[in-house]
């Protein structure tokens, strides 16, 4: 019986590491936070985002704000009517990155966007590669795992 508890426990321990993924939280902007005439393109480019992370914007707000618009609304600065989508206003917006593709976000205070406040990245696939040193890192557990972890500990208690 002991070595039954122990091949569980080891099987418990195969299924729960890889899914201890690093998630990474990317200030927009690092400390010039959420602003105009900022090239949040170049911020942009040397970062991988991944499902599980997470884009904090820092900003005064009002002015400022955070609309999630699509390429069109993107590229010619018009946000979403409110009423479809209220814009996050909080000044500290943590924007939890849930599916692949390419995501969209602009100010629509005057012409702030216009002006360079807008922001494109394409976020992939995780678990998230090692993340720089300046970022901050938590811990994902995806349901399947939990689910798994769960069972296998079922398993053990029957095999005690
Ligand atoms: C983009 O968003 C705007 C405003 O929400 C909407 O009217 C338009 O149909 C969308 N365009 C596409 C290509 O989805
Ligand atoms: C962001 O938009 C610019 C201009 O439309 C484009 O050149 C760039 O490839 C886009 N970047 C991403 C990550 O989608
Ligand atoms: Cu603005």
Redesign the pocket.
Known sequence: MASIKIVALITMVVILLPTIAMATEFIVGDANGWKPNFDY?AW?KDKVFHVGDTLVFNYPSPPHNVFKVNGTGF?ECVKPTTNDQPPLTSGNDKIELKTTG?KWYICSTSNHCALGQKL???VMEGPPAPAPSSAVRGFIFSGYQVFMAAIVGVFIAVAA
Do not use: L, V, Y
Request: no cysteine; aromatic share 0%.
């Open positions: 393109q942009a590229k390419n494109n990245i394409t």
